[in-house]
């Protein structure tokens, strides 16, 4: 069950959708941020099944500041003028943006019969989004998971593992095994700064998985396999860290 909602921000107000499962009642939340594409019709399929594992679940649009916009295929980033788009978005929505909407979006989720702490799932730019929202709410948010996040360790001033010393929660970490955005050099910095500030964490490598493998419109990346596997992965993470 979809319903859409307005969240009013710092920064003005930001369109949201709620989920439920369909027949059934839970005080249990989550919040998924959308990959760097922005909402669209896969973004909601994806967080009604979570909805459907037992949550109540908030899908924000991190966007909201730029107005209207696409909705965008999952190839958007084939097409010039819409990756063209797509980039100024993703550039002009810091980690401080997030995270200071953040504190809303889960007032909203309070507002919604949510009790006790959050999960959190993030894809692509979202990941790094929920692994600085576990950091910034420890007393609210219990469980994060990144996946196919890019940035996660890089030598910006607000990259995610410059905050783990901050991180009171669980923290599930599914890196691409090819992803650019996210090389080799930076999931060994993470691990050491998560492993330094002993942080319950798990970094998984999805050997031959490409960038977005989890989302099913990104056409010659989606992986069906890869995907039930992030599944079982993401929700194992909520059952056990929320109950």
């Known amino acids: 069950m979809k319903r859409e909602i307005e969240i009013k921000t710092a920064d003005g107000a930001a369109k949201a959708w709620v989920f439920r499962p369909d027949g059934a009642e839970t005080t249990r939340g989550a919040m998924f941020y959308m990959d760097g594409i922005g909402i ?16 109540v679940v ?22 010039e003028a819409d990756r063209n788009q797509v980039m100024t978005m993703i550039r002009g929505t810091s980690q401080a943006m997030t995270r200071s909407d953040t504190a809303a979006f889960l007032d ?10 959050v999960g959190v799932t993030g894809y692509c730019m979202g990941g790094s989004r929920a692994i600085t929202a576990l950091a910034s709410y420890p007393d609210r948010i219990a469980a994060a998971a990144s996946f196919h996040g890019g940035n996660l360790a890089s030598d ?24 650019g955005s996210f090389p080799p050099e930076q999931s060994a910095r993470l691990a050491e700064a998560l492993r330094v500030a002993e942080v319950d964490h798990i970094i998984e490598n999805y050997v031959g998985m490409k960038h977005g493998w989890t989302v099913p419109d990104r056409d010659g990346v989606y992986d069906e396999t890869g995907a039930e596997r992030h599944w079982k992965r993401l929700l194992t993470l909520f059952e056990e860290s929320l109950g």
């Open 108 to 117: 909203a989720l309070a507002a919604e019969g949510v009790t006790g702490p």
């Open 156 to 179: 910006a001033a607000d990259s995610p593992h410059r905050l783990a010393g901050d991180i009171k929660g669980r923290l599930y970490v599914g890196v691409a095994g090819v992803d």
């Open 40 to 55: 669209r019709d896969v973004m909601f399929e994806m967080a009604q099944r979570l909805a459907d594992a037992g949550y």
């Open 58 to 79: 908030l899908l924000p649009d991190l966007f909201y500041r730029f107005g209207a916009y696409g909705p965008f295929s999952g190839n958007a980033f084939n097409v």
